[in-house]
């Protein structure tokens, strides 16, 4: 028998029983909360498995044609890497801030996957506004890492992450992969140095992705004033492990503000600013 064969008899005997109606906190609850997620992360198409996620919630998002046309334009600057709901939630907050006033702005762009499935998604050109895409194009700056990630080996992970290709150093191909786009402003060079380049003032989207608390912290100091009540605010790697220097500083300066910042399951962060 197969497995999935196996958990559809193990489900009709359960029904039978009536184990599905035990009150919480019971055995019988226990295993009935067990059956339910094998089964269905049993059943093909029903579970969710990649980039440090594991689900069986509905990700139909995955089969919608503009996700797919979106997803497929980062691939298409980048790779696969699989993630899918980190896109997806980007896109969200993309979509959210396309209805407001402003511009758009990314800190560090690497090859552009989130920023390229982006602007395919919201047709860049029909949507009059700037894109401003901030990137060192030679890994994190040592100078703005601070203590406490030395110490605990981002400095290393840095050094693999280019030889490995991971992070471009090829400003060039970044540029050709946007070239198809108007409006767009590549700005090179390490953060905070460049923010000063940044000459809008007004910003509808904030995404930040630098891999180290200090820069990551500078961004957000300088740039939340100009963000447009109700921007989204995504930083994608505040809720992942060894990223805790991240998550600290960010949640700090939240709390300077009463604020704080929606932890989510594919190991971003969210923050809207207030009105």
């Known amino acids: 028998m197969s497995s999935v064969g196996l958990l559809n008899s193990i489900k009709q005997a359960y029904f039978r029983i009536g184990i599905y109606t035990a009150p919480r906190g019971t055995l019988f609850y226990r295993v009935h909360q067990m059956v339910k997620a094998s089964y269905f992360l049993a059943q093909p198409g029903r ?7 594991r689900s069986i919630h509905n990700h139909d998002f995955m089969s919608d044609p503009a996700f797919v046309r979106a997803y497929q334009r980062g ?37 552009g996957f989130l920023s390229s ?6 047709d ?17 700056a040592e100078r703005y890492v ?27 191909a970044v540029r050709a992969n946007f070239a198809e786009w108007k409006n767009v402003c590549i700005i090179v060079g390490a ?32 740039l939340w004033d100009r963000l447009t009540p109700g921007a989204p605010v995504l930083l994608d790697d505040y ?30 962060g969210l923050l809207i600013k207030p009105p």
Not at 117 to 122: E, S, T, V
Request: glycine fraction near 8%; aromatic fraction near 10%.
């Open 47 to 53: 579970r969710y498995n990649q980039d440090g996620l």
């Open 75 to 111: 691939v298409q600057a980048a790779s696969d890497f699989q993630w899918h709901w980190r896109v997806h939630v980007g896109l969200w907050a993309a979509r959210l801030a396309a209805r407001l006033p402003g511009d758009f702005v990314e800190c560090r762009t690497n090859r």
């Open 117 to 122: 499935a982006i602007m395919k998604d919201l």
């Open 124 to 140: 860049w050109d029909k949507a009059g506004r700037r894109f401003y895409l901030l990137d060192t194009f030679s890994g994190r």
């Open 146 to 172: 601070s203590v406490e990630e030395k110490e605990g080996g981002v400095l290393e992970r840095n050094r693999r992450e280019l030889e490995s290709g991971f992070y471009t150093t090829n400003v060039e």
């Open 191 to 222: 953060i905070p140095e460049t923010l000063e380049q940044i000459d809008t003032q007004c910003i509808a989207f904030l995404h930040i992705d630098m891999n180290c608390s200090p820069p990551e912290v500078a961004a957000i100091r300088h």
């Open 239 to 268: 809720a992942g492990f060894s990223y805790e220097w991240q998550k600290i500083g960010m949640d700090a300066f939240a709390t300077e503000r009463g604020l704080s910042i929606l932890s989510l399951p594919t190991g971003q």
